[in-house]
């Protein structure tokens, strides 16, 4: 029995878009604005359904209309200004109290580095390294040669790191 359309693109709405609202609300910044870009990547693919050949993961092909969503918001939203928001994830971890603040604060301050970077060091760290993607994956969802995604992961850790450090921040364990 094959799943139609319809449903495919819910199923996989149902696995991943809880995933895709946290990258692209990494990349905007606005809550509002990465759920209706959500959206929008989960209505391309169901229109691109038929191009998906299988060549990658539906996680790693809706990354890519994400990616693809978000950058075309980006470039109509020139000049931009991303980076005076912070974000807070709020994980369903059960924690004291304390330890809870704590590690808001520090992903408050490593999101906020992160923030400060640029675009494409952005995105890198982003999905190699927050969201777990391999590098052919992110090369796949950002267009990229896999050595491009390496070489730029090569210097934007650095750079957060001092990044971090000049904050007087730094998790080795983040990085």
């Known amino acids: 029995m094959t799943i139609d359309r319809k449903e ?31 959206h929008e990547t989960f209505i391309k693919a169901f229109s691109y359904l038929d191009s998906f050949k299988n060549h990658s993961s539906e996680k790693t092909w809706l990354f890519s209309i994400a990616h693809n969503v978000t ?35 520090e992903s408050q301050e490593v999101y906020k580095a992160i923030g400060r970077l640029k675009e494409s060091y952005r995105k890198v760290i982003i999905l190699r390294k927050i969201k777990g ?7 796949r969802i950002l267009g990229w040669s896999e050595s491009k995604v390496k070489s730029t992961l090569f210097r934007a850790i650095p750079i957060l790191k001092k990044q971090l450090k000049k904050e007087g921040f730094l998790d080795e364990q983040i990085i």
């Open 71 to 105: 950058v075309d918001f980006l470039r109509k939203k020139k000049p931009s200004r991303l980076l005076t928001e912070v974000l807070l994830f709020q994980k369903d971890k059960s924690f004291l109290p304390e330890e809870a603040i704590q590690i808001k604060e």
């Open 133 to 139: 993607f391999s590098t052919e994956d992110t090369a």
């Open 8 to 38: 495919q693109i819910a199923v996989w709405y149902d696995q991943h878009s809880k995933s895709v609202l946290d990258f692209i609300l990494l990349m905007v910044r606005d809550y509002q604005q990465a759920e209706d870009l959500t």
